[in-house]
């Protein structure tokens, strides 16, 4: 090997030398760069702003990933937290989700009262309704005097179901013996005090009480009128 090859193969040595020195830089960077930022982890972030005490949905958020070490504490890394949650204060968009934001959702409003009654599965429930739900209550009467045609009434319009409970067998009463034994599910609803005596009416005097699933957004006011039918008089 002459002087010029071996200046050649030592400049291509120092070649490679360089190159594994640079390389070796670079992973050097990459390393000390991801043990600043560290691994990402999901978050959520506002499409819009959000009014105070507005129940909170998944359409209303949209996902982004971060550094974990970046994230706060109290960040909501998954939208099942937000179920059955409002808005403490105004939220604003672009502001990422986070616990203290939320709180649950309350079950009664001012002047409501819980109240539970036991409904027959087959004619009031049939794993329809839910706790969230919106029903009317319908109740059948007896005429109030012999002759007199029985009616079906609304009782209730526009209530909200907090709890649905397990379906339980019902024997029939003493004084009803020819009735069969029934299931029946023990339903909680939010009524304001008014509404709440109706229910509880119906519960004991009526011959049965139904419920009527309401459309999401489909809710409104029966007129008086319309709150009590007769067969004879449908026209």
Excluded: H
């Excluded at 934001?101 to 539970?116: D, R, T, Y």
């Excluded at 087959?122 to 005429?143: D, H, R």
């Excluded at 109706?198 to 011959?207: D, K, M, N, P, V």
Aim: proline letters at 6%; charged letters at 25%.
């Amino acid at each position: 090997m002459n002087s010029r090859q071996r200046r050649g193969v030592i400049l291509l040595i120092l070649s490679v030398v360089c190159a594994l020195g640079a390389f070796a830089g670079v992973l050097s960077v990459i390393d000390d760069a991801e043990s600043k930022v560290g691994p990402e982890v999901t978050a959520y972030r506002l499409k819009a702003d959000v009014e105070p005490y507005k129940p909170l949905g998944a359409a209303q958020f949209e996902k982004i990933s971060m550094p974990e070490r970046w994230l706060s504490d109290n960040a909501v890394t998954d939208l099942r937290e937000i179920e059955g949650k409002i808005a403490v204060t105004t939220l604003k968009k672009g502001s990422l989700l986070q616990s203290d934001m939320i709180v649950a959702q309350p079950a009664l409003k001012p002047g409501q009262q819980e109240v539970a009654i036991m409904i027959d599965a087959a004619t009031g429930v049939a794993g329809k309704i839910t706790p969230n739900s919106t029903v009317n209550v319908y109740a059948t009467f007896e005429g109030e005097r012999e002759g007199a045609p029985a009616q079906s009434k609304i009782i209730v319009t526009n209530a909200k179901v907090l709890d649905v409970g397990d379906l339980t067998p019902l024997k029939p009463d003493a004084e009803d013996r020819n009735r069969q034994p029934t299931d029946a599910v023990p339903i909680t609803f939010a009524l304001s005090t008014l509404d709440a005596q109706r229910l509880t009416y119906a519960e004991s005097f009526a011959q049965r009480v139904r419920l009527a699933l309401v459309a999401p957004g489909g809710g409104s006011t029966v007129p008086e009128s319309d709150r009590t039918y007769e067969l004879a008089k449908d026209k």
